[in-house]
Every structure is written in structure tokens, then in C-alpha cells.
């Protein structure tokens, strides 16, 4: 199986009506999240599961595949307004910045 290929959804509802309306929701669901980056997908999924509210993020988990704590990281950086996530393609400060320890006694 190549990456290329859009996820089959795992919910329940996918695995066991062969005619349900989510069916064709779910993989077109799967289908967009294909064509995103990572952390676009993060955030859509993130927002489909903000929309369920309690349990989406493990029937979201079921219908894309994507980790529950990766989802909850996407409700959390939507909650702070993706403050951390400039628009602008830039490194994140801070990563790797050394600790100065200082020790001065008189
Ligand atoms: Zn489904």
C-alpha cells in the first residue's frame, strides 16, 4: 500500500453499514486529509472533533488513523489561536537553545 492511498475509516459505522451517509463523509474526510500538510491535517481534525465534543477525539481517531494526543495537540493550538504556529514557514525559537548557568559566589 502506497502512502498516496487515502486511509480506509475504522469507525464503526464504516465497518459495518456497507449504506451510511458518514461512509462517503469519512472518505472524503480521508481523501482532503491526503492533500494537507501535517499540521493542517492536525488542525482540520482537530476541528471535527471539537465539533463532536466529548469522544471525538477517538471516533476521529477511528475514522483517520491519526493519534488521539496529535489530535488534542490540534485543539490545543486552535485554543491559543495557533499563537505558537506563525503563518510565515519559520523554525520555531527556542529549540535547542543551550541553558546558561550561571555561578557567581563572592
Ligand atoms: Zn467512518
Request: proline content about 7%; overall charge positive; aromatic content about 4%.
Amino acid at each position: 500500500m502506497t502512502s498516496l492511498v487515502p486511509p480506509e475509516c475504522q469507525c464503526p459505522v464504516c465497518r459495518e453499514a456497507t449504506d451510511h451517509p458518514d461512509r462517503e463523509r469519512h472518505r472524503q474526510m480521508n481523501l482532503f486529509l491526503s492533500r494537507l500538510d501535517e499540521q493542517q491535517r492536525r488542525w482540520y481534525v482537530a476541528l471535527e472533533s471539537k465539533r463532536i465534543g466529548y469522544g471525538g477525539d477517538s471516533l476521529l481517531s477511528q475514522i483517520t488513523g491519526m493519534d488521539e494526543k496529535t489530535i488534542r495537540r490540534g485543539r490545543e493550538e486552535l485554543d491559543s489561536s495557533l499563537e505558537d504556529r506563525p503563518a510565515e514557514r519559520v523554525r520555531l525559537p527556542g529549540a535547542g537553545r543551550p541553558a546558561v548557568e550561571k555561578k557567581t559566589r563572592q
